[in-house]
């Protein structure tokens, strides 16, 4: 069963930079297409970025966009969340989810109902 792990995350000064980083164990990402979601305390969970299984397609919420950017590296089993320019307002927990595509390309969700397989999470606090 796969399972996710998130790190990188911490204390950030407003302006500064953090990579998340999503490892998996138990099964292959190579079939999985992987999304970022955040929340913040008393929010709902909110989207963040995608990737699809081949790396090829990627979205981001526009509150980020060219502030992060989402990359994967299949050899090491590893989606990365590098995170630029950060703000108070990005402050939450981090979690990385992966959903089961197979050999479909150019797919990349948004809906945190549809993915399978979630990680516990990781703090992110931008705070000067």
């Known amino acids: 069963q796969l399972q996710l792990v998130e790190s990188g995350g911490g204390l950030v000064q407003p302006g500064g930079s953090l990579v998340l980083a999503c490892a998996a164990s138990?099964?292959?990402?190579?079939?999985?297409?992987i999304g970022w979601f955040r929340q913040a305390p008393g929010e709902e969970r909110e989207w963040v970025s995608c990737i699809s299984m081949d790396g090829g397609t990627t979205n981001y919420v526009d509150s980020v966009k060219g502030r992060f950017a989402i990359s994967r590296d299949n050899a090491k089993n590893t989606v990365y969340l590098q995170m630029n320019s950060l703000k108070p307002e990005d402050t939450a927990v981090y979690s990385c989810?992966?959903?089961?595509?197979?050999?479909?390309?150019?797919?990349?969700?948004?809906?945190?109902?549809?993915?399978?397989?979630w990680g516990q999470g990781t703090q992110v606090t931008v705070s000067s």
């Open positions: 138990g099964v292959t990402l190579r079939g999985y297409a």
């Open positions: 989810a992966a959903l089961f595509v197979g050999t479909v390309q150019a797919m990349c969700v948004k809906n945190g109902g549809m993915y399978d397989y």
